[in-house]
Nanobody
Framework: QVQLVESGGGLVQAGGSLRLSCAGSGRSFSDHSMAWFRQAPGTAAPGKEREFVAAIAWNSANMWYGDSVKGRVSIFRDNGKNTMYLQMNSLKPEDTAVYYC????????????????WGQGTQVTVSS
């Protein structure tokens, strides 16, 4: 089992940067593909999926980015520290959301239901 804890969220002005962290516990952290998803305000309704942001393979061999953030974010991980990161640059007000990290065995994926473990989320607010 993997337990995840996100951190690094906060309030930032448009154009600014933030680095989110996702700390995992458990010896099997490095066996899992990881991803970031987000839920914007007012979208946490039944049937409303979290929006895919980025995903990374267990060995960092491959990364995948959502269209809305491509070119502005980087996902990376340090298995020695059981931690995954999301570096976000050129932030926009529409990036305001709760950001969640997820973990799953098997290939990385952009569908939230495919992930087995989730953190509690960290709030990112971008002011205009």
């Amino acid at each position: 089992q993997v337990q995840l804890v996100e951190s690094g969220g906060g309030l930032v002005q448009a154009g600014g940067s933030l680095r989110l962290s996702c700390a995992g516990s458990g010896r099997s952290f490095s066996d899992h593909s990881m991803a970031w998803f987000r839920q914007a305000p007012g979208t946490a309704a039944p049937g409303k999926e979290r929006e895919f942001v980025a995903a990374i393979a267990w060995n960092s061999a491959n990364m995948w980015y959502g269209d809305s953030v491509k070119g502005r974010v980087s996902i990376f991980r340090d298995n020695g520290k059981n931690t995954m990161y999301l570096q976000m640059n050129s932030l926009k007000p529409e990036d305001t959301a709760v950001y969640y990290c997820g973990a799953r065995r098997g290939a990385y994926n952009n569908i939230p239901d495919r992930y087995d473990y989730w953190g509690q989320g960290t709030q990112v607010t971008v002011s205009s």
